[in-house]
């Protein structure tokens, strides 16, 4: 036994007569006795771990906050707009991709506890420094379109709660940023949290508008295809904006810096299937509230941020204005702290740098550097004068669903190497819905974009 220092003047500790102990499990245990050389000495007991509804809600986290923060802007403006143009038929997408959300999730969660390592360290030590950069490449244009989006919103959110956004934008900004360099990683997480709140408003919207349930029944359950290339655009960024490439990575770093075990993995797979049922409920009702409203009063087109409001006012009335500005300023703060974080942690991975939120700037300089500059890249162009805010939202989404397949091959390749995860590896339903998501956004993804180049070349 590693020899200790005693206190009160006693010898060095070199055997402790521990038979005072019980064999359970000492956390929930009161005080008990030990015999040190003859001296009797009292440990106080560790408090009794919590249980019931508040030992599952402790272990919610990176899951909830990766989720949750896919419901940003551009996932607001995607699911406004699917509602608004084509009803409730979009809904069976997301049917399909809760499910693949939640599987994707959970196999980054798995990556995080069974190597301790993030996406891009793997990619990098398995598939060397070329894929590395490559993947880092991929994140990195899918981020910084999504970045600006975030403030964007922000914006968006204060003229809807008349504000200035050349006040509002740069504000927040610096809250961000102190939020990150100045909290410690569990503080940062319990904010995030917090701010999954706001999306409630959505479901009691949902219901007061008084869908046709037997509509919704329908879009859910049976899928319906169009040529369009306006339903294949929105249909891809669906996808993209429900796993969005940054979720991927985020997922995985952050299960890294909670300090998760591969022993004590299992928690973990509950909390990202929670978050993906949480945030994907939502992201439906928002289609059903704007189908029920916007659709049915041919408002088929969103433009403004103000007309995406328009939804809510079967719920809120003269206030939905108000209502959906707090909503969208909450979504865009906790996409707009978590983007930066997941690309400042991309590029330190592949670099080998350190990273993470409890450390400062002295010992992870290049870390909170990205951070900073991300932060400042997105609040710069969300204030460029007269840009498209729906338009950018929605379309940014569909670039996240093009870009999603190759990230989507890294995870599966690597979450099937029994060297990495010796028994964490894959099973063979999760190799199933794994890859069957893989199959299902690349096709789409192909059938988009070859309606959008036989469209040119007529």
């Known amino acids: ?30 005080a008990v006795r030990l015999n040190i050389r003859g001296r009797s000495v009292s440990l106080r007991g560790l408090r009794r771990p919590p249980g019931g509804l508040l030992r599952w809600l402790v272990i919610l986290g990176p899951g909830l906050i990766t989720s949750a923060a896919g419901n940003d802007a551009g996932g607001i403006a995607t699911y406004s707009s699917a509602g608004a143009r084509f009803g409730y038929d979009l809904i069976w997408v997301m049917t399909l991709i809760t499910v693949s959300l939640a599987v994707v999730q959970e196999m980054c969660a798995r990556l995080g ?4 390592r993030g996406l891009l360290d793997l990619i990098r030590e398995r598939f060397g420094i070329g894929w590395a950069l490559l993947a880092m ?35 927040a900004a610096i809250i961000l940023w102190y939020l990150i360099i100045f909290g410690s990683y569990g503080w940062v997480e319990k904010v995030f949290l917090v701010m999954t709140l706001v999306f409630f408003a959505y479901p009691v919207a949902a219901v007061l508008a008084r869908p046709d349930w037997s509509e919704v029944a329908r879009g859910a359950l049976v899928p319906t295809l169009q040529l369009d290339q306006e339903y294949l655009f929105l249909l891809v960024g669906l996808l993209g904006t429900t796993i969005s490439p940054f979720m991927l990575f985020f997922q995985q770093s952050s299960t890294v810096e909670r300090g998760v075990a591969r022993r004590h993995y299992g928690p973990e797979r509950l909390d990202a299937h929670t978050g993906a049922i949480f945030s994907n409920l939502i992201a439906v009702t928002m289609i059903i509230v704007t189908a029920a409203t916007l659709y049915q009063a041919g408002q088929t087109h969103i433009e403004t941020a103000a007309d995406a409001a328009l939804a ?89 669903g093009v870009l999603l397949p190759i990230l989507l091959l890294f995870i599966l390749r690597l979450i099937n190497d029994r060297r990495l995860m010796g028994p964490l590896k894959n099973s063979r339903l999760y190799n199933i819905l794994g890859w069957g998501t893989f199959a299902l956004i690349t096709v789409a993804v192909v059938v988009m974009l070859g309606g959008q180049v036989i469209s040119f070349l007529r």
């Not at 007569?17 to 359970?24: I, K, T």
């Not at 204060?158 to 050349?166: N, R, V």
């Not at 079967?314 to 865009?332: C, D, E, I, Q, R």
């Open 312 to 400: 809510l006012e079967p719920f809120a009335g003269a206030a939905a204005t108000t209502l959906f500005g707090v909503g969208l300023l909450g979504a865009s703060l906790l996409a707009g702290a978590v983007l930066p974080l997941t690309t400042a942690y991309a590029v330190s991975e592949v670099f080998g740098m350190p990273k993470g939120v409890n450390l400062d700037f002295r010992r992870a300089p290049i870390f909170f550097g990205l951070f900073t500059g991300m932060i400042l890249f997105g609040t710069g162009l969300a204030l460029v004068p007269d840009l498209p805010v729906i338009q950018w939202l929605v379309a940014v989404q569909v670039l996240n």
């Open 137 to 171: 490449g991929v994140l990195f244009v899918a981020n910084g379109g999504v970045i600006v989006t975030e403030f964007m919103g922000i914006g968006a959110a204060a003229e809807l709660l008349g504000l200035p956004k050349l006040l509002v934008v740069p504000l």
């Open 1 to 30: 036994m590693k020899q200790t220092n005693a206190p009160d003047g006693l010898e060095p500790l070199k055997d402790l007569d521990l038979s005072g102990l019980p064999s359970r499990p000492r956390s929930i245990y009161p």
């Open 113 to 116: 506890a069974a190597t301790g």
